[in-house]
C-alpha cells in the first residue's frame, strides 16, 4: 500500500493494517464453507474424530469434548476432553492465533455419548472436581448458563469458574489441581 511519508510510522502500519483488514475480508466474501464467517461455526463430531493431541477418538468416550479452529489451519483441532481443549487453549505459551475454541453445553448434551450443543469455550462456565468424569478421567464439565453449571454441582459436586478465573495449574493433565478432591 502506498501511504504518504508526511504519515508518523505508527499511523502509516494503522494505515497499513486497516487495508490489510479490508482486503481480507473482501476476499472472503462468496466464498463457501470454512472461509470467512464458516471458519469460526463449529463442527460436528464425525465418526472417525480423532483427538489432536492423542488420536483417541472421540465417539468413544464420555464426557464434553472440545475443538479449535486456528488461523490458517484448515481442518478442525479436536479435544476428546474439555481439559485437553482448556490446557491448550490458556497455556501461557499458546501463541498461535485461535479464530474459535468450542466446547459442549452439558446440560444439553448426552455426558454418555455428547454430540452437538456447542458453545464459545471462552464464555462457558466450568465445573472442576466433581464425581463424574470425562475420557481423561477428571473433567470440567462444561456450561452455557450459571443455573446448569450450579444445579450440575449440586448433583454431582466440583466448583463452579468462569473461563476467566482459570489458571494453568487448574487443567494441567499431568496431575496437580485437577486430580486434587479436596475442593
Known sequence: MNTPSHFP??????LCGCAGLATLSL???????DAASGASAPAEISAQA??????????????????????????VQWFCDSVELLSVLIAPEQVRAV???HVQDMA???WDQPRGHWIDARQALYVLGSK??????PTAASFATEAAAQAFVQQHGGRLLRYADL????????????????M
Open 167 to 182: 489458571k494453568p495449574d487448574m487443567v494441567d493433565l499431568s496431575g496437580g489441581a485437577l486430580h486434587d478432591t479436596r
Open 27 to 33: 476476499l472472503g466474501c462468496g466464498q463457501s464453507g
Open 9 to 14: 510510522l505508527n499511523r502509516r502500519r494503522l
Open 132 to 137: 463424574r468424569h470425562g475420557s481423561m478421567g
Open 108 to 110: 444439553l448434551a448426552d
Open 50 to 75: 480423532s483427538c489432536s493431541l492423542d488420536g483417541m477418538l472421540l465417539a468413544d468416550y464420555p464426557g464434553p469434548k472440545g475443538q479449535i479452529r486456528y488461523d490458517g489451519v484448515a481442518e
Open 99 to 101: 479464530v474459535s475454541a
